[in-house]
């Protein structure tokens, strides 16, 4: 069975400071990692997946994650935060013969002005 | 742009009802899906449906069913709804082209059971 440990529950930096939010995972064989943003009282909002191929993965947003095989890391940054970043995040993991993705707890990011 | 809508915002219950949860979705998408939820838990699958009629178990399905009839519309039914159901319930598809396929969601039932 697939898991995502996010260790931070929160994340609190300046705007304009670099971001970083970090997501951890198991899964048997390789695996499909993707990140996912909550805005208050609103739905999951697809940021950006790593398939295959380059580590480095570019979303929306400014947003980009790198993968990272040997530590099963997949951690989300942003170079310059904005206040408009604060919002819950979601890292999930699916094994790549599998629909059914596993979610972490989330991590609640602040930005302050 | 892909939508998913589902049919309440904020729902309250009471204790013992039948509480049906309706999720649709204009992409033609064969993969449907409902999860709950719950703060410092993250979400948590409930129900799959990977076609019409069909259906698989999630992680969590312990006190719901659900119903899929057309490939749009996906149900989630709590037979006697009770107060540990209290959630926020998210609905989800996608398609079914790996590895293309990237599940969107709706905006969410908060539901409250009395």
């Known amino acids: 069975a697939q898991s995502v440990a996010q260790p931070e529950d929160q994340v609190n930096v300046a705007e304009g400071n670099p971001l970083t939010v970090k997501c951890t995972y198991s899964v048997s064989g390789n695996p499909y990692l993707f990140w996912y943003v909550q805005y208050p009282n609103r739905g999951l909002q697809f940021l950006l997946k790593y398939i295959t191929g380059d580590n480095l993965v570019k979303g929306s947003y400014g947003f980009e994650a790198e993968f990272n095989k040997s530590q099963t890391s997949f951690h989300l940054k942003k170079p310059s935060a904005l206040v408009s970043d604060s919002a819950l995040y979601f890292c999930?993991?699916?094994?790549?013969?599998?629909?059914?993705?596993?979610f972490g707890a989330g991590t609640t990011v602040t930005v302050r002005a | 742009d892909v939508k998913v809508t589902q049919s309440s915002r904020y729902l309250v219950k009471r204790t013992g009802e039948k509480v049906f949860l309706e999720c649709v979705q204009d992409m033609d998408h064969e993969n449907m899906f409902w999860y709950r939820q719950d703060p410092g838990l993250g979400l948590r699958l409930i129900y799959f449906?990977?076609?019409?009629?069909?259906?698989e178990k999630g992680d969590i399905p312990e006190g719901y069913s659900v119903s899929r009839e057309k490939k749009e519309r996906f149900s989630l039914i709590l037979e006697s709804a009770s107060t540990n159901q209290t959630s926020m319930y998210l609905c989800?598809?996608?398609?079914?082209?790996?590895?293309?396929?990237?599940?969107?969601f709706g905006p969410g039932t908060r539901l409250t059971v009395l």
């Open positions: 999930a993991v699916s094994p790549v013969n599998d629909y059914k993705l596993s």
């Open positions: 449906s990977y076609d019409v009629k069909m259906k």
């Open positions: 989800a598809s996608s398609s079914m082209d790996r590895p293309t396929d990237t599940q969107y």
